[in-house]
């Protein structure tokens, strides 16, 4: 998973057609976990691009997506939030989303 900063934010943005992103915090336990639910699906379908992103650095976006808290998943298309997931229940649900996010959007 990709790391975005605050130098390569808008250039992810602009470049990549559609992605997912995990928001998080560095001290957040279940963004730890979430993670490593990620990191699964990563292992499982590497077609799909994962970025993460550090909610403290970028509360412009948090704000102006409404995201409200971590860890989240989005789905971006042209730099756009198109869907989000904030219960990370299991890898078994991640990929039952993952798949309909793909069928939806054609991520990968």
Known sequence: ???MTTENFAEILQEKKTFVMFVHTPFCATCQLAEKMITVMEQTD?????YRLNASFFP??????K??????LLLIRDGQVIDQLYAFE???????????WKQK???S
Do not use: C, R, W
Request: charged content about 15%.
């Open 60 to 65: 412009t976006f948090m704000e102006f997506n």
């Open 1 to 3: 998973m990709m790391e």
């Open 90 to 100: 299991s890898v078994t649900k991640l990929h039952g989303v993952m798949e309909d």
């Open 105 to 107: 959007q054609s991520i």
């Open 46 to 50: 590497p077609s799909i691009a994962y």
């Open 67 to 72: 995201i409200h808290s971590v860890p989240a």
